[in-house]
């Protein structure tokens, strides 16, 4: 099992719907939890975090965390054109890692007029 | 606030050229960490500097070597340079290298070896 997984999509929605981009990882034990949005040709922009199980909303954008599952997910409400871009959950691993971001392979987002 | 600034933005260079890839920070952030992103690799981690004078390796190492030259600077070193190192290099840094802090990113220097 790689340790963060997401689907590479691409996942369409149609403009004002609900997005939701999900994370799944394999050590047990993580406690962060990240979301970063990267734009075609630019620097991965942090835009949500999360360490504890429950939901967390900033705007239209909520995380949601089931340490239970192992899984983490991101809703994006009223989606915009400007929400296109690709999504990468990271996870900081509690093993070999321990301290460091592990990244997933990042979902792409897009949202149609 | 400038935040991370990477030098160069874009490079080329023919197989078996050294170069430095330069990073710096102004958030007095203690950690800091090269990346290289490839398509359908995601992020992966070259090496991170957890405090000033320290530096260890990540996933990818090899064929590269980093310098954390004082609190504010990591750079990293290609001493001969290979096509597999054509990739999109980023760095980040973070205040401390706890798993709660998040990881502020450059704009990347975008390396093609001929």
């Known amino acids: 099992q790689k340790e963060v997984e997401q689907n590479s999509g691409p996942l369409s929605v149609p403009e004002g719907a609900i997005a939701s981009l999900n994370c799944t990882y394999s050590?047990?034990?993580?406690?962060?939890f990240f979301w970063y949005r990267q734009y075609s040709g630019k620097s991965p922009e942090l835009i949500m975090f999360?360490?504890?199980?429950g939901d967390k909303e900033d705007g239209r954008f909520t995380a949601q965390l089931n340490k239970a599952s192992q899984y983490v997910s991101l809703l994006i409400r009223d989606s915009q054109p400007s929400d296109s871009a690709t999504y990468l959950c990271a996870v900081n691993l509690m093993g070999r890692s321990q301290g460091n971001l592990i990244f997933g392979k990042g979902t792409k987002l897009s949202v149609k007029p | 606030n400038a935040g991370v600034t990477q030098t160069p933005k874009f490079q080329v260079l023919k197989t078996g050229q050294s170069m430095t890839l330069q990073c710096a920070q102004d958030?007095?952030?203690?950690?800091m960490y090269w990346y290289r992103q490839d398509p359908g690799m995601g992020l992966r981690l070259i090496y991170y500097?957890?405090?000033?004078?320290?530096?260890d390796k990540g996933e990818v190492p090899n064929g590269y070597n980093v310098s954390r030259l004082n609190k504010r600077e990591f750079s990293l070193r290609l001493e001969s340079a290979a096509p597999s190192q054509t990739s999109v290099y980023f760095c980040?840094?973070?205040?401390?290298?706890?798993?709660?802090?998040?990881?502020?990113f450059g704009d990347g220097t975008r390396l093609s070896i001929l």
């Open positions: 050590d047990r034990g993580s406690q962060s």
């Open positions: 980040a840094s973070s205040e401390v290298r706890q798993g709660n802090q998040p990881q502020h």
């Open positions: 500097s957890a405090s000033e004078g320290t530096t």
């Open positions: 999360i360490y504890s199980n």
């Open positions: 958030m007095n952030h203690n950690s």
